[in-house]
């Protein structure tokens, strides 16, 4: 594994599709095992979840991120966009996973950190991420200081579930002060 963990952050090219929808179906098989129903998640379909991702990469390829290792194999991905829900979060980021074995590295606030990014360059200031209640990773966006904005119920594979939205009001200065963080003590 020597010189295979540099992670590199990079927009999504066409190619990565299938890598990210294989990602996308084990992540749900192994996050919400227990929760969603296991015909539901038996029945995700890699295969179709490409076509999707594909369609994506192609409309607008900076909307979506990639971590690769040093074998330009894709361990992590996240998406985000113009906000579905909450009008005063006009941004959102859709999709955040890492590969359960590259958990915990840092890779998760990098790619959290590029879609905040792209977010506050196409005149999006503020974002929301809704993220199952049941789901441990709802931790991971405290930790990076969202606060908890609003709750709903969804209907998913069927079932209606509790959803949780996190929010960040001020993208620009959340990320001048994890610049200055990154800097350290000076
Ligand atoms: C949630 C997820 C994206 C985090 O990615 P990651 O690369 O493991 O996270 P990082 O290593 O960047 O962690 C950043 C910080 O958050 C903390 N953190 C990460 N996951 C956490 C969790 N579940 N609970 C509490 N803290 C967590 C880390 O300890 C780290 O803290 P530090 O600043 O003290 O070092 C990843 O675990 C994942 O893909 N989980 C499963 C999929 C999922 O449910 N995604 C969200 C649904 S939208």
């Given at each position: ?19 990210i ?19 539901y998640?038996?029945g ?12 994506a ?8 991120r ?28 859709f ?21 905040f ?20 990773a ?7 200081g ?41």
């Amino acid at each position: 594994m020597a010189g295979m963990d540099a992670i590199t952050i990079r927009p999504a090219r066409p190619a990565d599709a299938g890598a990210i929808a294989r990602l996308d179906v084990d992540t749900w098989r192994t996050t919400y095992a227990g929760v969603l129903s296991t015909d539901y998640l038996v029945g995700l379909s890699p295969r179709r979840r490409e076509i999707g991702w594909r369609m994506a990469i192609q409309r607008d390829p900076l909307d979506i991120r990639v971590a690769v290792d040093g074998a330009d194999a894709v361990r992590g991905f996240g998406s985000c966009g113009p906000s579905r829900s909450e009008r005063r979060f006009p941004g959102e980021v859709f999709t955040l996973y890492v590969a359960p074995d590259w958990q915990d590295r840092g890779i998760g606030r990098r790619l959290l950190t590029a879609l905040f990014r792209r977010l506050t360059a196409t005149g999006l200031d503020a974002a929301i991420v809704w993220v199952l209640r049941d789901n441990p990773a709802r931790f991971f966006y405290e930790r990076l200081g969202g606060r908890m904005v609003s709750h709903r119920r969804i209907p998913v594979g069927g079932r209606m579930v509790e959803a949780l939205a996190y929010g960040w009001p001020d993208l620009p200065a959340y990320l001048a002060a994890m610049r200055s963080e990154d800097r350290g003590p000076s």
